[in-house]
C-alpha cells in the first residue's frame, strides 16, 4: 500500500485517541529470542509459567501470525495528574499503580484497536487484522522499540522523547504491507534514577530485570508468600510500584492523558489500609468491579495489604490484622502474623 494510507492510518489513530502510531515488519526483532530465552533460562520469570509457553511465538512475531506482514504498534496514555511517590510517605494510606487507580486498560485499549483495526480493513479491503494488549504471546516492547515508538530505558520499560513513559502499547497485526518505521535509538545516556529508586534491587544491570525482584511482580503475579527479606522493601505498595517510571527526566515531556477512564478514581487513590483489610471475598470484587485489581482476588490483595500494614510502624493498626491471623488464606494468615510480629516488637 502507498504512503497515502499510512499517513491516513496515523491521522485515524490520532481521532481514535492514541497518542503515537508507528510501524514495523513482524521480522524486526531477531534479538528478542535470544534475550527471552536468557531471562526464562535464569528464572528471573519466578512464577509467571506462561513465558514459557509458546517462546518461539514470543520471539518471533512472524512465526505468530505468518501472513502478517506489517505490525502497527501504538501508545495509549495514562500519564498521573499527581505525583504518584507522594503517597509512600502516607504509612496508614496503600499505594495502588498510577494505571490500576481506575478502569482496567485492556478492555478500553482492545476496544480502541478493534475500530482502528475495522478502518484499515475498509481502508485497504481485503486486508485482516489481529489486536493485542498484553494477553497474547507477543513482546509489544521489543515490536514498538523497532518501529520507532520509543525504546526500552535501563528499567526495561518503554519510553520515548515526546511521550514519556506512562503509556500502554496495543498493537494491530495486519496482512497489509505497510511502509516500516525506522527503529528508535535509546537515549538514556547515563542516567541511572530508575535503577537507583528501586527498593528491592530488582536490576541487576541496566536494562535487565529479576523480576523475583520487582514490586509490581510480588504484588500481582506472586502466589503465596512473599520471601520476608523482601517484604520490608515493599512499603505500603498494594498493588504495583511506579518507583521506576515516576524518577525518569524524560517525563517532563509527557503528555496529559486524554482518555477520562484513566483518570483516578478517589477512593483507590491513598486508601486506608485498615478499610482494605477488613474485605471480604464479596467486598473485594464489589469494590474492584471493572478494575485490574480484581484479577488478583481478594487473597492476594490483602496479603498485600498486610505487609503494608506490618510496613506502617503504626500500632494502631494492629487490630486489622490480628483479626487476619486465621484467616482461610494460608498466605493472608502468615502475611498477618508477620505484621503483628512487626508491629508488636515495635
Known amino acids: ?18 497518542a503515537k502510531c508507528r510501524v514495523c515488519r513482524p521480522d ?16 528471573r520469570h519466578g512464577q509467571m509459567a506462561w513465558m514459557e509457553q509458546r517462546m518461539g511465538w514470543r520471539g518471533d512475531p512472524a512465526a505468530l501470525w505468518p501472513e502478517a506482514r506489517s ?36 478492555d478500553i485499549v482492545k476496544k480502541r484497536l478493534k475500530r482502528l483495526g475495522r478502518w484499515l480493513i475498509e481502508a485497504a479491503p481485503g486486508a485482516e487484522i489481529k489486536v493485542f494488549v498484553d494477553t497474547a504471546p507477543v513482546m509489544e516492547k521489543p515490536l514498538a522499540e523497532a518501529a520507532g515508538l520509543g ?35 535509546e537515549h538514556c545516556g547515563t542516567c541511572t534514577a530508575c535503577l537507583d529508586i528501586c527498593p528491592t534491587d530488582a536490576f541487576p544491570a541496566p536494562f535487565q530485570l529479576d523480576a523475583r525482584r520487582c514490586i509490581s511482580y510480588l504484588t500481582i503475579e506472586h502466589k503465596g508468600p512473599v520471601d520476608e527479606a523482601l517484604r520490608p522493601g515493599l512499603g505500603n505498595r498494594i ?7 515516576a524518577v525518569c527526566p524524560w517525563n517532563k515531556f509527557a503528555m496529559t492523558a486524554r482518555e477520562a477512564r484513566y483518570a483516578a478514581r478517589p477512593d483507590l487513590v491513598a486508601p486506608p489500609l485498615a478499610e482494605l ?14 478494575s485490574p485489581i480484581k484479577r488478583i482476588g481478594r487473597g492476594r490483595f490483602v496479603r498485600n ?21 486465621d484467616d482461610a488464606d494460608p498466605a493472608v494468615a502468615d502475611a498477618a502474623r508477620w505484621a503483628v510480629r512487626r508491629l508488636g516488637s515495635g
Open 1 to 18: 500500500m502507498g504512503a497515502g494510507l499510512k499517513s491516513r492510518l496515523l491521522t485515524q489513530a490520532g481521532a481514535e485517541g492514541f
Open 28 to 43: 524486526a526483532i531477531p534479538q528478542a529470542a535470544g534475550r527471552l530465552a536468557a531471562f526464562v533460562g535464569g528464572g
Open 71 to 106: 505490525v502497527v504498534m501504538l501508545a495509549e496514555l495514562y500519564t498521573p495528574e499527581a505525583d504518584p511517590l507522594a503517597v509512600l510517605e502516607r504509612r496508614d494510606r496503600g499505594a495502588i499503580s498510577v494505571y490500576a487507580q481506575n478502569r482496567d486498560y485492556h
Open 151 to 185: 525504546w526500552q530505558g535501563k528499567h526495561t520499560n518503554l519510553l520515548a522523547r515526546d511521550l514519556g513513559n506512562w503509556f500502554f502499547l496495543g498493537a494491530i497485526f495486519t496482512t497489509v504491507e505497510i511502509a516500516p518505521d525506522a527503529p528508535e535509538g
Open 239 to 245: 498493588y504495583g510500584c511506579d518507583d521506576c517510571l
Open 277 to 290: 483489610a477488613a474485605l471480604d471475598d464479596a467486598g473485594f470484587r464489589a469494590r474492584f468491579s471493572g
Open 305 to 325: 495489604v498486610c505487609y503494608a500494614i506490618g510496613n506502617s510502624d503504626d500500632p494502631g493498626l494492629i487490630g486489622a490484622v490480628r483479626a487476619l491471623v
